[in-house]
């Protein structure tokens, strides 16, 4: 082994300047404030004027490990961003017209054999049982009687096989985020950035310069800029990819309503003719949203359509957005990683956009530079952000393309085919059932499953290794399993009693 000189080593980074406080900008300072903001200087600038895209407000579960590694206790954030539970996504006419299924959090089942559960489940489905396999699912036994409660630790137990998520109001995520970053000592600045300064000898970003004339000069800058891109694309010039041939979706148009019904503890999204509608229950609204496409449908069209599917008096006029799905090529070059909307864009179909900026953070800490800026920090980072966002786009693509649904835009997503490696996952489905996602993926087996046979994909057989083992009752498994699932459940508390037990929101002022 060679052993350098310790005083041959590199300077730490002394300052780090985060430009943007969107939900990215504020995810990042207040991860690196509780990380390293005792010997790293932090600054955030923000501009009120520009503001914020102001969306984003259904999670997946792994955002309760960002809480846990920040300390935040789990019901002073539901109470402060007025949030919800979230056991996962019910999707409303997305295989065809009238159909419906549900993506849950967690397992299928708790297994019973060597052999996965699903695979009993084709077999006995092959026989005439018409169970879905959605009654396999602890998170949607709850869902479906909007119960809900935390998983146990017991493994043997039926009531560990869920998991969960949040719904929260994304200004007061920001703002929550905001007061925990600056009791941490990061510094906020208010300003436009007019312009942004790179050091003549290393092309390094140096300096961002505020419209009233002041600097702000750091070591590293994170950008945050939202769908400008201000460093990384205008200021570095890294291009785009346009990932619109298979995710063409363009615009969104978003509206508040008042609650009305029983506050469900899942996402609702509902496909309609040229896009799809989200519906998000938080305690004091219900967050609405039509994603679209330009090509299909006008804005007014749009408009009207989400309009006519939102349950209870809408609270506002719908907010335009647009954007394109994709990435840029690298998120990290010179000494700038981009966060966020400033890396890329995935529409917010299974709410994943908050997830990759917590991914990015923790990628970033695990590769974080010294002064030396050496270019194989970026090069890990970008090698495994390009591999997460893709395996995410595919899994979105499943969602478009397994359809069948007369409409125009629908059929277009039939034709438009999937990337290569989207197909081999799916000609493994269809073949025997079996699913192929590496262990390095966000979604695992359990989602690819939910998505598979709810878009319609049905197997053409099962995994033969069944009939090749000692007989296992399938059936009678299966309803064991199914009783238990509606006996455990049952023991839950509804949504809104867990809510007003453990972290009810005080009403706005
Ligand atoms: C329709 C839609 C629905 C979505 N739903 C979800 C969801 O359910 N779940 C999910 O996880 N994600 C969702 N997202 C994504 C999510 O909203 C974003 O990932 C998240 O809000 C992060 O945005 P951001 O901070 O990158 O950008 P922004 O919120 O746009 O923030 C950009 C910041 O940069 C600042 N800025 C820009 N230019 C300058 C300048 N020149 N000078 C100074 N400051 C500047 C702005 O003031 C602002 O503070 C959704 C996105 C869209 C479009």
Redesign the pocket.
Known sequence: MVMTNFAAVPPMLRSIAI???????WMAAAALAHAVGRNIAITL???EE??????????IPPIRNFNGRLGIAEADFVRATRGSFKLGIEFVGWGAADSRYFHPFGEYGADFDRVALHQHWLRERLRGDPTPIDDYAMCWALARENRFGPPVDNPRDVRSTHSYAYHFD?GLYAAFLRRFAEARGVTRRE???ETVTRDGNTGHVSHVTLADGRAVAADFFVD?????S?LLGETLGVEFIDWRQWLPCDR?L?MPSANHGALTPYTRSTAHAAGWQWR?PLQHRTGN?H?YCSEFISDDEAAAVLQAHITGEALGDPRP?R?TAGRRRVAWAHNVVAL???AGFLE?LE?????L?QTGIERLLLLLPDAAHNPLNAAEFNRATANEWERIRDFLILHYHANRRPEPFWQARVAAGVPDELAYKMKHFIGNGRLVSPQDELFRNPSWLAVYLGQGLVPVTYDRLLDARPQVDSARELAKLRGLMREAAASYPHHEEFLAQHCRATPPA
């Open positions: 430009v943007g406080g969107g939900s990215a900008g600038v923000e501009s520009i503001g914020t895209v102001g969306v984003g407000e259904a999670t994304a300003g436009r950035i945050c800029s939202g769908f400008r201000l969104a978003a998000i949203g994603v957005l954007f966020g909307l400033a917010p709410s994943t956009s908050l997830h900026i």
